[in-house]
């Protein structure tokens, strides 16, 4: 089977960065022990998996302020998603060691929305619910930010503002995030845009659908709580118009999608190992085309 390897893909330099600052932390004698993950250091049940053998532990819930009561002593590691300003200083108050592993174009928004809500300005937040990266960066200003995540939160809006800033979270789709902002200006057209989506997202998503438009099918690697990994499968489906599935490992193919299928293409979403696409590839490239025949 013709495997086209989609470049570029996988690990981006955030995700390298907090998984070896966890590794640095749990072999350094000097930082305090335990070390303790504030949820899952990137969102990839193998990459989280990988850490255990350091004896790191990683804590996982929607309210990260609230897992800080399992912690009693030693470090606390903010992750690549970064967090609240609420969740800093009830670390500190704790007496924990804390190291902070928010990948800088977080940290970057963080500074932004601070910056912008000292001024006096509305923020109009473009994110995902539930998704910790938004709840970090709204905890920066809670009172000035607004989360949208549709055109419909648009229309719910009663804000009357001089002054209206727009920013985003950094992995969602980029057609989205474009039609949102496209939205928001027709009704704030004095609006002030701050797009944040990292460089490594845009620049997977674009590979996705430029190369992905030449295969019969898309695999997508990646853990399913990966907001990137899930949007790289829907800009394939609905950009490059090519049927695409996300896949934890290559444990999750089914044969059955890749009857009469002579052409795949592989991508990963930024937070996956790559050793785990490498698995992938390789399995898909020792196929038996002859064997996947479409049935007569």
């Known amino acids: 089977m013709e495997v086209i390897k989609i470049s570029p893909r996988g690990y981006c330099y955030g995700v390298v960065d907090a998984i070896n600052l966890a590794k640095k932390a ?7 022990k335990p070390v303790h993950i504030l949820g899952a250091i990137v969102h990839n049940r193998h990459a989280v998996a990988s850490l255990e053998q350091y004896g790191i532990i990683s804590l996982d819930g929607p309210d990260r302020e609230a897992l800080l009561d399992q912690v009693t002593g030693g470090t606390v590691i903010f992750t690549a998603h970064g967090v609240s300003p609420a969740v800093k200083r009830k670390a500190k108050e704790k007496g924990l060691y804390c190291i902070d592993a928010t990948c800088p174009d977080v940290t970057r928004t963080h500074a932004l929305v601070r910056e912008l809500a000292a001024l006096g300005y509305t923020i ?118 090519r049927p695409a599935r996300l896949i934890d490992s290559v444990a999750d193919i089914d044969l059955e999608w890749l009857r009469g299928v002579r052409r795949v293409a592989v991508t990963a979403g930024s937070s996956t190992p790559s050793e785990i696409t490498r698995e992938v590839v390789r399995y898909l490239e020792s196929l038996d085309l002859d064997v996947l025949a479409p049935e007569k």
Do not use: M
């Open 26 to 32: 749990a072999l350094d004698p000097y930082v305090p």
């Open 124 to 241: 109009l937040y473009i994110g995902k619910r539930g998704h910790p990266e938004p709840e970090g960066v709204i905890g920066e200003a809670p009172e000035s930010v607004h989360l949208i995540e549709t055109e419909a939160d648009v229309d719910e809006l009663q804000v009357d503002a001089a002054k209206i800033a727009v920013t985003t979270q950094t992995t969602l789709s980029k057609w989205d995030t474009e039609r949102v902002i496209n939205y928001i200006l027709e009704r704030f057209p004095h609006a002030e845009v701050y797009n944040d989506l990292c460089l490594a997202t845009q620049e997977r998503q674009e590979a996705a659908v430029e190369q992905g438009r030449h295969a019969d099918l898309v695999l997508v690697v990646g853990d399913k709580r990966s907001n990137n990994s899930n949007r790289l499968v829907q800009v394939v489906q609905e950009i490059a118009g």
